[in-house]
């Protein structure tokens, strides 16, 4: 009991001496890979004013969240017929903070405001340059066909990185591509969620050898709230929710 008791006080007293735990948090956690996947078929128009408003303040948040240390990553990728090949921006963050576990408390704060100066500049530029390939326009016969399946080879590769993996699909998630073995919600979408749960089942079994490992997915769909249900189906959505599950995923969320 007494070594216990003396453990628990030198554990109380190294987390009280580390600091205000966000920032310790930050610094110390590993590199975050954020994969955002923009959608550049016909069916979104990101010149709409409800979807621009709401996909860059989305990525805005999504900057804001996993930008936070040296060696974070950020890709972008574009949905249509070849989204695999489709890397529109990889981005590594270069902002370091230095070392000042032997720091005086004036030189720590010095440190720490430089870094919080440079990571704030390299989030502004990082949101730049984000923001230009949301506005480009893909006017070309690629926009015919939405491979959102083509997106787990590229989350299966960042996922052997080790980093910790967030996957955000700005996009409405219809799947179109022509074939025997695909599917093309265009054409014929799951008539409700059960049908969705089967194919996603059925699916899973040719997509399972892409090892994704257990990232947070979220679809941020360009839908306004009084959307028809004929517009936004949410058997498409329940697909994608059972599929990334039984892939390995962790949280899969809809905005």
């Known amino acids: 009991m007494k070594h216990t008791l003396i453990g628990c006080f030198f554990l109380t007293l190294l987390v009280s001496c580390s600091g205000t735990g966000d920032k310790a948090k930050t610094l110390t956690d590993g590199p975050v890979y954020t994969l955002i996947f923009l959608d550049k078929t016909r069916s979104v128009n990101v010149n709409k004013a409800f979807i621009a408003q709401k996909y860059q303040k989305a990525l805005t948040d999504i900057i804001e969240q996993n930008i936070r240390q040296k060696g974070d990553k ?17 981005l590594t963050v270069r902002s370091e903070m230095d070392d000042v576990s032997a720091a005086s408390p004036t030189d720590r704060e ?13 989030k502004a530029q990082i949101r730049q340059r984000v923001f230009q390939q949301l506005a480009a326009q893909n006017t070309g016969a690629s926009n015919q066909e939405t491979d959102i399946w083509a997106s787990l080879p590229v989350i299966a590769k960042a996922n052997e990185t080790g980093a910790t993996v967030k996957v955000y699909y700005l996009s ?3 799947e179109s591509v022509k074939g025997a073995t695909r599917r093309d919600f265009q054409v014929k979408p799951p008539k409700d969620n059960a049908q969705a749960d089967d194919w996603a089942k059925v699916d899973v079994e040719q997509l399972k050898r892409y090892t994704i490992g257990s990232p947070d997915i979220s679809m941020i769909l360009p839908f306004e709230p009084n959307a028809s249900i004929k517009e936004n189906n949410p058997a498409v959505t329940q697909y994608w929710q059972t599929l990334f599950s039984a892939l390995g995923a962790g949280a899969v969320t809809e905005e």
């Open 110 to 122: 010095a440190a720490e405001t430089e870094f919080t100066l440079s990571l704030t500049r390299e």
């Open 74 to 90: 950020l890709d972008v990728y574009f949905i249509h017929e070849n989204t695999s090949k489709a890397r529109a921006l990889s």
């Open 172 to 174: 409405d998630m219809i």
